[in-house]
């Protein structure tokens, strides 16, 4: 194992997780590796957690800092949020002990854009960071840093930290050598230089991470697979979603917006996503390219299939077979992926440039297309904003899908008006549901209304939706964009006092 550490002297740094673990003080903020499910230390965060059980147990309650790429695994948030070792919390989370913590108003949480993070921790408005814990697939023997499965914002946490622990994982195939794009030329304004990307697959970076020897203060061996996403085959309402997805490309490509092999793309994570993406690998559509956060089981079919030549992301979450098949032919993919920072994967600059097609899931959308991604019933967060606003503001078409219904039909996912807003009726150009595609470019409010409850919307909930958008056009204090402002969110304090947004 010790073969992976490459490097003399970081191999006399080699240490048990608990003795690194140690290393951290009561109080740091720790910044620690993990995107969806991939590449998060998997040994240094649960001996953390044991520690802060015993100081606990022993009335010396202890808590940290926790910022990560996006979400991680149960082992990270969920065992550290479990005893209640986290202080604040960012960006993206998934985990359900972490949820609970966040929504019973005892774990802080900060839900920031995830290209932002980098930028914020540089300007120093979360403190700063103490430590960084990193995954690494190996070192080099001049003592370069080999990435793992997701790179998120490891170059900040390895440029930022004081100390670095590293967790060097053999699980990780040792293909992963080469395939990352670090780049090291992002600086505040006012030097910050354009950034030379102009397709998914330019190389403007090092393979490597770099950090000066001297800050890395343990060295940890690991043989731990990553969390996997679990995959389930498309549902029926996935599959209409993802018809409607792929008429609406096809009619685009016809009238000449969209060039015959479209735009790269960009896809949230989950089985509508995926639905798509199974779409797309049947579909007309040849030479597609992606620049996306995380490429999943859809996009790992679809570079088999050749449909797909390249695909650029910040990580890998795939599904446990997804990810046997790819680990072991990573040498037949690695021309065709690469792995960059979060900051540059989801850069506004680049996904305008490039004309993106962001594909993304809502909690619920409303009448006149502002989205809610982020928070059930304007109160309770579900996951956070991830990248979605980083792709939907500055896509060249920035698509939000879901079914129509959520909690077996109790709830609307169209309603009045959002009790949340993640992205705003200026950035959604279209709303699809398993009833239909609403392309909303160019309409206005009113029109857009019609539009969606019309396309959208369940048929139960249509009449309840024309009664409200009717009787708002009459007695709403503006014209424009019509509402009854005491009884917009009436349906989701219907849900909250009986259960159901259904009335009677
Ligand atoms: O709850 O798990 O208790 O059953 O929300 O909903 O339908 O399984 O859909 O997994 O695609 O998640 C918006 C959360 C959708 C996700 C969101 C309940 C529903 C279920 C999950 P249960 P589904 P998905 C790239 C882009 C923000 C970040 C983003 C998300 C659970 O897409 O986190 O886009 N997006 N990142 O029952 C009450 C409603 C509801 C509702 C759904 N209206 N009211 N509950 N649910 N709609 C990835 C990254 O950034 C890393």
């Not at 370069?144 to 440029?159: D, Q, Y």
């Not at 015959?260 to 559509?285: K, T, Y």
């Not at 958008?469 to 006092?497: F, K, N």
Request: aromatic share 6%.
């Amino acid at each position: 194992m010790t073969g992976r550490i490459r490097n003399r002297e970081l191999r006399s740094r080699i240490v048990e997780a608990e003795e690194a673990a140690q290393l951290i003080r009561p109080g740091d903020n720790v910044g620690m590796s993990g995107f969806t499910g991939a590449g998060y230390p998997k040994e240094v965060p649960g001996a953390l957690a044991k520690r802060v059980q015993k100081a606990h147990e022993a009335g010396d309650p202890i808590k940290f800092g926790l910022w990560t790429g996006a979400s991680t695994a149960p082992e990270l948030d969920g065992a550290l949020a479990e005893v209640d070792g986290i202080d604040l919390r960012l960006p993206y989370q998934s985990d359900p002990v972490t949820r609970a913590k966040i929504n019973d108003g005892s774990l802080g949480y900060t839900d920031i854009h995830l290209s932002h993070v980098a930028q914020r921790v540089w300007q120093g408005f979360f403190g700063k960071l103490d430590v960084a814990v990193v995954e690494v697939s190996g070192i080099t023997e001049d003592g370069a840093l080999i990435p793992s499965a997701s790179v998120g914002n490891n170059k900040t946490w390895l440029e930022q930290a004081d100390r670095v622990i590293l967790e060097v994982n053999s699980w990780q195939s040792e293909q992963l050598e080469g395939l990352h794009d670090v780049y090291y030329g992002t600086a505040l304004p006012p030097h910050r230089m354009p950034i030379p990307i102009t397709h998914p697959a330019d190389r403007i970076g090092s393979p490597y991470f770099h950090c000066p020897a001297d800050k890395i203060v343990a060295v940890v061996e690991t043989d731990s697979p990553d969390r996997n996403s679990p995959f389930t085959a498309p549902d029926e309402t996935s599959a209409r979603i993802a018809g409607h997805i792929l008429d609406f490309l096809g009619t685009e490509v016809e009238s000449g917006r969209l060039p015959r092999n479209l735009l790269p793309l960009q896809s949230g994570v989950g089985n509508i996503a995926n639905a798509v993406l199974a779409g797309l690998d049947s579909g007309p559509f040849e030479s597609l390219t992606a620049y996306t956060e995380v490429m999943q089981d859809g996009m790992l079919q679809l570079l088999d299939s050749g449909r797909l030549e390249f695909v650029s992301a910040t990580a890998f979450s795939l599904s446990s077979s997804a990810l046997d098949r790819f680990n072991r032919n990573l040498g037949d993919y690695r021309d065709r992926i690469l792995l960059r920072p979060q900051e540059i994967s989801n850069h506004p600059e680049v996904v305008r440039r490039l004309g993106c097609l962001a594909m993304n899931g809502v909690i619920e959308a409303d009448i006149y297309g502002n989205v809610n991604s982020t928070h059930v019933m304007g109160s309770r967060i579900q996951n956070g904003i991830g990248g979605s606003g980083d792709f939907a503001r500055n896509a060249y078409v920035s698509i939000f899908m879901t079914p129509s219904q959520a909690k077996n039909g109790a709830i609307s996912t169209i309603v009045p008006m959002v009790s949340h807003v993640d992205h705003t009726e200026h950035d959604v150009d279209v709303i699809v549901t398993e009833q239909g595609l609403a392309d909303l470019r160019g309409l206005p409010p009113r029109a857009r209304a019609r539009k969606i409850i019309e396309t959208c919307a369940h048929p139960d909930f249509r009449p309840a939706l024309r009664d409200y958008v009717e009787r708002a056009a009459h007695a709403s204090y503006g014209g424009h964009t019509p509402h009854l402002l005491d009884e917009a969110l009436s349906w989701h304090q219907r849900y909250v006092r009986e259960g159901s947004m259904r009335a009677g």
